[in-house]
Structures are given as C-alpha cells and as structure tokens.
Nanobody
Framework: QVQLVESGGGLAQAGGSLRLSCAAS????????MGWYRQAPGKQRELVAI???????NYADSVKGRFTISRDNAKNTVYLQMNSLISEDTADYYC?????????????WGQGTQVTVSS
C-alpha cells in the first residue's frame, strides 16, 4: 500500500522560505512522476511542480524561479523548496505520485500540509 506523508509546512513571513518533504512508503523510483499540488480556500487544487522519474521538472508559472522540486531516491523522499514566499502561496500542499500501468494512471495522495504566509 502506498503512503505519502508530507511535512515541513507551517507559518512563514513574506519573503521567507520553507521546505516541504514527502516521504513515500515504497520506492519512489516505481513512480512515473511525483509532484506537489496546492489548494487555497475557495479555490481548486492546482499543480505547483512535478518531477519525472527521469528528473525532468515542470512548474506552475506562479512559482517559477521561486520554488524548486527535487527527489532523493535513496530516501524515497521528494522535496519542495519554497523561497521568496508571498501571501498567495498560502494553501494546503499535497504530495502526489503517479504510476502508469499500460494505459491506466494511478494517483496517490498525501494528506496535505498547511502553508501560511503572513505579509
């Protein structure tokens, strides 16, 4: 059974930094991609950043240049380094893992970690 556990959220001041971690209960090398999503109050969940098994990354325009996603296969952990935080980054952040078998995509989610940025 796949479990994803996020940590590292909390309160930060505008301009500050936080690093989120997502620890998987299985080898993250088994996933085609892993990513971070966020959901602010009253808004839909949106993709923040994604990293493939090959190490390719993609970011939402709103976080480019400020956030960095990385992975440590040895620790089965994915990270999201968030710098230059702004109030609009306030949201619940969720770790996601994707596994594609033939044509079926399976998504796994963590329970989320809250990030609050004070201005």
């Amino acid at each position: 059974q796949v479990q994803l556990v996020e940590s590292g959220g909390g309160l930060a001041q505008a301009g500050g930094s936080l690093r989120l971690s997502c620890a998987a209960s299985v080898s993250i090398a088994s996933f085609n991609a892993m990513g971070w999503y966020r959901q602010a109050p009253g808004k839909q969940r949106e993709l923040v950043a994604i990293i493939t098994s090959g190490g390719n990354t993609n970011y939402a325009d709103s976080v480019k240049g400020r956030f960095t996603i990385s992975r440590d296969n040895a620790k089965n952990t994915v990270y999201l380094q968030m710098n230059s935080l702004i109030s609009e980054d306030t949201a619940d952040y969720y770790c996601n893992a994707q596994r594609i078998v033939v044509i079926v995509r399976n998504d796994y989610w963590g329970q989320g970690t809250q990030v609050t940025v004070s201005s």
